[in-house]
């Protein structure tokens, strides 16, 4: 569908790519300082189409989650240029964000319904820019089931071609002081062949594909959890190991004393 020009407050236009790589940059500090380690189950990304423009949703469990978002796309899509909708009220206090990639919404009303289809649509033309975002739409443990926001499906209705990729985000504790930082990717979900079907049926049959692509992804990855198996994951970044204070100086010290290597970790003998 034709369009006279791009949105207002185009996040395509506000966007620096210096901006980007020095909040990236912290991102990835932020994580590495606060997780045992940041891990992406195998096999990782799929392989996706050539030219298809591409969006990641995920679910929500976390505030970490932008975060992970921004560490995921810079390991494993480099060469792309992210964007991704957020509440508008808060773009409007952390106005550096339009600076990002991030672009407001208002949450459940027809104005930021439009607006997020709209400015979809803008960033979408271009195959080399891809959409992130947390399609669940509020906070939600990662393991109940929560239906995602039909947002996406419509936008995709709108799109031709385009390919969404599920994306399970969860931070469980394994046995050492930090949580682990987890993300599996699941298959792409591809929009059916739009003749002679009508838009609202297939924005529905989309929806269904997009929930059922997240929760299978999300119950992938639970069950990676539970078995806590690092071999399971690719590592993405090493964390900060041990527990310090006096016990991590006790296990420093036997370890030099029995002439053996020190392993900060307090159960896990592995390496990230």
């Not at 975002?133 to 239906?147: N, S, Y």
Request: aromatic content about 8%.
């Amino acid at each position: 569908m034709p369009r006279a020009g791009p949105p207002a407050d185009d996040p395509v236009a506000l966007r620096s790519p210096r901006m980007c790589r020095f909040f990236a940059g912290v991102m990835r500090r932020q994580m590495a300082r606060s997780f045992r380690a940041v891990r992406l189950l195998r096999p990782g990304l799929p392989a996706l189409p050539e030219g298809a423009p591409t969006v990641v949703y995920s679910n929500h469990p976390s505030w970490w989650d932008p975060a992970f978002h921004i560490v995921l796309t810079t390991t494993f899509l480099p060469r792309h240029t992210t964007f991704g909708p957020i509440d508008a009220e808060a773009l409007e206090r952390y106005g550096f964000m339009k600076r990002i990639g991030l672009f407001g919404v208002e949450p459940g009303s027809r104005a930021g319904a439009a607006r997020f289809l709209e400015v979809g649509r803008h960033v979408l033309a271009d195959p080399a820019r891809t959409l992130w975002m947390t399609a669940q739409g509020t906070f939600a443990d990662p393991r109940a089931a929560v239906p995602i926001r039909a947002g996406l499906a419509h936008l995709m209705a709108r799109v031709p071609g385009t390919v969404a990729v599920p994306l399970a985000l969860e931070y469980p504790f394994w046995g050492e002081k930090r949580p682990e930082a987890l993300a599996a990717f699941g298959a792409p979900v591809a929009a059916p062949p739009s003749k002679d079907v009508p838009r609202a049926v297939r924005t529905r049959n989309l929806q269904a594909a997009l929930q059922r692509g997240l929760d299978e992804t999300m119950e992938r990855l639970s069950a990676a959890a539970r078995e806590r198996d690092p071999a399971a994951f690719e590592p993405v970044l090493g964390g900060r190991r041990g527990v310090g204070g006096v016990y991590g100086a006790w296990k420093r010290v036997t370890a030099r004393a029995a002439g053996r290597a020190h392993d900060p970790d307090h159960i896990m003998d592995h390496t990230t």
